[in-house]
């Protein structure tokens, strides 16, 4: 080795003279740490420096957690409650528990988050497209991406989960055929689907999509992977499930809020995206006081469920219609890290908008980068040309929140966990447009 390269890497070295300086710069041994140091050096900087007042869903998880380690149990207002999953709050529990301190928790699960997040693009970069270059530029992208910084110090889940669904299906990927590491898959989808419920339907995609793409990887196989997955996924979280049948004598798998999330989606008032509903009549129609959905949250799961069935029934083309609206809004825009700061710092709101600006623009370039690499990744599907192909695993979370989104509503965080595939996917077309202009090769 020279310079410290490994071999592989010379050898992507000194495969083409174009911008020889630019790849030793990506290829350097250091590069990985120093982008990594820089990262979390970033976010903990803004998180320090401009901390945000936590509202709305943060707030209530914050709430929740400190009524843990204060040995009150998961409740709200005096009532047992499995409106939100238990997850981020007991995760939030366990290191306020440990630390003492809830700013210092949720930096620094946030950071922890974030770190697990930028190892595991370059892992996905060479595992997936074969070339090192690939994970190196997602991730140096990635390191800067200002609305994923911007979320830093807020107590939302969407860091961690991120961090945990990658972890899970990085093992999936890597251990398809091997027990213990799809036991530990498993382990990881079912914090995750403690966390957001919507979960626990990502790994059966996922094995199906292992199955199209790599041609040793048998149905058969599939279908084992698939059960040792789930089997490891329920041993998390039927311990829950079970809480749950102890205290409200009813099962419930994670929470009570699938009613509300399909019933947004789902009546005539509906935007595509979340509306307070509580004050119009959509919510008046369950005949549930709103003081009363804690204590009756059981009973306003089934409601809202049955009501936006029945309303799906009876406008089925209009339901249909709406699908691929609520998917374009949740894709439209890419501000939601910004709202926090947007609320804390109403004073520097054209400083927020300046950012949120910026943001918008790298946001657009990766989603149109990632468009021609999920081109390539369909040609490869369809001629079964394996190096293209796997490209197509890079698009199983964009697509899953996509279907989602279509099913409930089009909320523009819910893409959160799809952006560090799609920098992946972005990086790839960049490298291959340079690739055609000789650039890199």
């Known amino acids: 080795m020279k310079y410290g390269f490994s071999e592989q890497n010379e050898n992507i070295l000194h495969s083409g003279e174009n911008n020889a300086w630019l790849k030793g710069i990506l290829l350097h041994p250091a590069f990985i740490p120093v982008v990594l140091l820089t990262g979390l050096s970033l976010r903990l900087t803004i998180a320090t420096m401009l901390p945000v007042d936590p509202v709305s869903d943060s707030a209530w998880y914050l709430d929740r957690a400190k009524e843990i380690v204060a040995g009150l149990g998961y409740q709200e207002g005096g009532f047992p409650t499995a409106y939100w999953p238990v997850g981020w709050p007991a995760i939030l529990a366990g290191g306020y528990w440990l630390t003492g301190s809830m700013p210092v928790t949720v930096v620094g699960l946030n950071l922890i988050g974030a770190l697990a997040i930028m ?15 690939v994970g190196r530029v997602a991730l140096l992208a990635y390191a800067f991406y200002p609305n994923h910084i911007a979320y830093t110090s807020n107590a939302a889940t969407e860091i961690v989960y991120t961090a945990v669904v990658m972890g899970g299906f990085a093992l999936m990927i890597h251990g398809r055929s091997r027990i213990w590491l799809l036991l530990g898959s498993g382990l990881l989808f079912g914090i995750a689907t403690l966390v957001k419920p919507q979960t626990l339907a990502f790994p059966f995609g996922a094995a199906i999509a292992l199955a199209l793409v790599y ?227």
Request: hydrophobic fraction near 50%; include cysteine.
């Open 119 to 133: 190892l595991m693009i370059p892992w996905f970069g060479k595992q997936l497209t074969g070339n090192e270059l």
């Open 215 to 441: 041609r040793s990887f048998s149905w058969a196989a599939m279908v084992r992977a698939m059960l040792i997955v789930y089997v490891a996924l329920f041993l998390i979280v039927m311990p829950w499930s079970y809480r749950n049948l102890v205290v409200f004598g009813e099962p419930v798998l994670v929470s009570t809020n699938g009613g509300t999330a399909l019933l947004l989606g789902a009546n005539d008032q509906m935007t595509g995206d979340h509306f307070d509903y509580q004050h119009t009549p959509v919510f008046q129609q369950l005949g549930i006081p709103w003081k009363d959905r804690v204590a009756r949250q059981i009973e306003l799961n089934k409601l809202q469920k049955q009501i936006a069935s029945d309303w799906i029934k009876d406008n089925t083309a209009t339901y249909i219609a709406w699908i691929p609206k609520k998917i374009l809004l949740l894709w439209a825009k890419d501000t939601d890290g910004f709202w926090a700061y947007a609320n804390s710092y109403p004073d520097s709101a054209s400083t927020v908008r300046a950012f949120q600006i910026v943001n918008q623009v790298l946001y657009v370039a990766v989603l149109a980068l990632s468009l021609g690499c999920a081109i390539y990744a369909a040609i490869g599907l369809v001629r079964q040309r394996s190096d293209w192909a796997m490209l197509g695993l890079l698009f199983c979370m964009p697509v899953f929140v996509s279907l989602l989104a279509g099913a409930f509503t089009g909320q523009i965080r819910y893409h959160f966990p799809a952006m560090p595939f799609l920098f992946v996917a972005g990086a790839w077309m960049l490298l291959k447009i340079s690739d055609s202009r000789g650039h890199v090769k």
